[in-house]
């Protein structure tokens, strides 16, 4: 199996979001592998295309693409608090997030002690619960910051709860994080990139365009905007008919062998499953009945549903009305998030 990545595509998305954010810099968010789409790729993308600044939310992520693209700052944005880390982060020069004291001591300290520059953005938790300084000690983060060597802070950024809270909601968010901002400059600190915000979250509430807008999913046409703001669709998982078969009434299908044939069917044999990453998301089949959604293919332009359960490395696909051989190529919508990491990607 392949996942076939529309690179075109992407940088419709790109071009379409940044002229919805107007003057506000786009900063691509490539997180869980640019959403399965392939994240050294995606960034050498992005980087032709004009981008200076990327951001990822782990830190294997962030080597893989700083190794790979030149010339582009990476904001690592989950904070990284083991000294091995830390080691990793500064040697890469990535841009770090630090949300507690003792993690920006412990950067000051490695740096100094390398002879290298930590370069960081404070986080804040906004009611995640995940990571980041609270907002009410913004300014003893800053006098923190101040005092330490070898420390640049280059920008201060919370990501907010993903809950549709409304837009009065939103503005008390702003609110809230420009009191953070402000309590950082009291204590004569640039504040330097600031951002809160998603483009949807942005779309929600325009205040929410700082210093920069996040594009996550919505770069790949696979978040909530996707419906309402014309972004195309990235990834199609594609495979091949590796074998053709008739079963006779009465015999049974799929992968437990429990879905009874009631009328003679031609079947397509293709050698992609569960493990490649394919429907793992849809309930199962019992007996004549499904759960929910019924899973489909398309084959040479025709939708096509798969028969039975999905095994892990092979499904059996109804095509008794479409004309189709061996070799012939069986495509699925799926998510590319959950495609497996080692199926091959080809950009085209």
């Known amino acids: 199996m392949t996942l076939l990545v529309q690179t075109e595509r992407i940088l419709d998305n790109f071009r379409a979001l940044q002229k919805q954010a107007g003057r506000v810099p786009l900063l691509p968010l490539l997180e869980a592998n640019a959403c399965g789409l392939g994240d050294a790729a995606v960034a050498r993308l992005l980087a032709g295309e004009g981008v200076r600044t990327l951001a990822v939310s782990r830190l ?35 841009i770090a997030a630090v949300g507690s004291n003792d993690s920006a001591v412990l950067f000051s300290s490695l740096a100094r002690q390398n002879r290298l520059r930590a370069r960081v953005q404070l ?14 000690e913004a300014a003893k983060a800053a006098q923190t910051i101040k005092h330490l060597e ?10 907010l709860p993903s809950a549709d809270c409304g837009k009065t909601r939103r503005q008390q968010q702003v609110r809230d994080f420009r009191r953070v901002l402000a309590a950082i400059e009291r ?21 929410m365009k700082l210093g920069a807008v996040r594009a996550g999913a919505d770069l790949f046409g696979r978040g909530p ?58 309930p199962e089949e019992k007996g004549f009945f499904l759960f929910r959604r019924r899973r489909w293919c398309e084959i040479g332009g025709k ?16 095509v008794t009305d479409i004309e189709c051989a061996p070799g012939d190529i069986v495509s699925f919508d799926a998510d590319p998030v959950g495609i497996n990491a080692f199926i091959r990607r080809d950009y085209v």
């Open 60 to 94: 294997e992520e962030a080597v893989r693409v700083a190794e790979t693209v030149r010339g582009v700052d990476i904001l690592l944005m989950t904070p990284y608090a083991g000294e091995e880390d830390i080691l990793t982060i500064l040697k890469n020069d990535l």
């Open 225 to 282: 905007q996707r419906d309402r703001r014309g972004l195309k669709r990235v990834g199609r998982a594609v495979s091949e008919i590796c074998d053709l078969k008739w079963l006779t009434p009465g015999c049974t299908a799929g992968d437990d062998g429990r879905r009874r044939i009631r009328r003679a069917t031609r079947v397509a044999v293709v050698p992609a499953g569960l493990a490649d990453g394919l429907f793992t998301d849809l």
């Open 303 to 318: 939708k096509a549903p798969v028969i039975g359960r999905v095994g892990l490395t092979a499904m059996t696909v109804d």
């Open 187 to 207: 204590e004569g600190l640039s504040t330097g990139i600031t951002h809160m915000a998603d483009v949807g979250q942005a779309a929600e509430c325009a205040e």
């Open 123 to 136: 986080c804040f938790d906004f009611g995640t619960g995940r990571f980041g300084y609270e907002p009410q």
């Open 150 to 159: 070898n420390v640049e802070l280059s920008g201060v950024f919370t990501v």
